[in-house]
T-cell receptor, first 114, second 110 residues
Framework: DGGITQSPKYLFRKEGQNVTLSCEQN?????MYWYRQDPGQGLRLIYY???????QKGDIAEGYSVSREKKESFPLTVTSAQKNPTAFYLC?????????????FGSGTQLSVL | RKEVEQDPGPFNVPEGATVAFNCTYS??????FFWYRQDCRKEPKLLMS???SGNEDGRFTAQLNRASQYISLLIRDSKLSDSATYLC???????????FGQGTRLTINP
């Protein structure tokens, strides 16, 4: 079955540590996204990529980095510069980025600070 | 004013009841409208797109009012399994411009 796989499901970060969240899709979608969800808030866009080897900052990119070396993969690194990293992180994909495109989500990674 | 606003609830309704909630948006250029459902600590899943003429999918009906800038979701004959948070999602163009509401929490009671 096609879908989006995120790993790990739970991740703990120590002070000053960088951590990387994995996102893989086999839907053959061109566009991929990373969102952050905090309790009681809507999802906020961190980064997105419309095509391999290209990505754009979203609304809250500071303290995060991404890469898009393969169509299937869009890993997110939470750097030590992100001072409040505790949140639920969701990866998504869509066929493209035209009007009306639907987002499909992975099952999420809960990141907590030790 | 938030770009997309929803009443966070919680809405507690008995099984079999009809429940409706609205979502208002501030960007008059919005062209894409969706309702997603999210269970606790799970990923959002597309419930339905919202079209200008309104649309229905089984017990669920979605409507768009461009003049007043809101979308609505109506659930008829509610089931226990409808308990979830419902996210309103609106945007002026492509998926990268979509804005998520904070969600409306719904609990269906037996």
């Amino acid at each position: 079955d096609g879908g989006i796989t995120q790993s790990p499901k739970y991740l703990f970060r120590k002070e000053g540590q960088n951590v990387t969240l994995s996102c893989e899709q086999n839907l053959n979608h061109d566009a991929m996204y990373w969102y952050r969800q905090d309790p009681g808030q809507g999802l906020r866009l961190i980064y997105y990529s419309q095509i391999v080897n290209d990505f754009q900052k979203g609304d809250i990119a500071e303290g995060y980095s991404v890469s898009r070396e393969k169509k299937e993969s869009f890993p997110l690194t939470v750097t030590s510069a992100q001072k409040n990293p505790t949140a639920f992180y969701l990866c998504a994909s869509s066929m493209g980025t035209i009007k009306g495109e639907k987002l499909f989500f992975g099952s999420g990674t809960q990141l907590s600070v030790l | 004013r938030k770009e997309v606003e929803q009443d966070p609830g919680p809405f507690n309704v008995p099984e079999g009841a009809t429940v409706a909630f609205n979502c208002t948006y501030s960007n008059s250029a919005s062209q894409s409208f969706f309702w997603y459902r999210q269970d606790c600590r799970k990923e959002p899943k597309l419930l339905m797109s919202v079209y200008s003429s309104g649309n229905e999918d089984g017990r669920f009906t979605a409507q768009l009012n461009r003049a007043s800038q809101y979308i609505s979701l109506l659930i008829r004959d509610s089931k226990l399994s409808d308990s979830a948070t419902y996210l309103c999602v609106v945007g002026p163009g492509g998926a990268q411009k979509l804005v998520f509401g904070q969600g409306t929490r719904l609990t269906i009671n037996p």
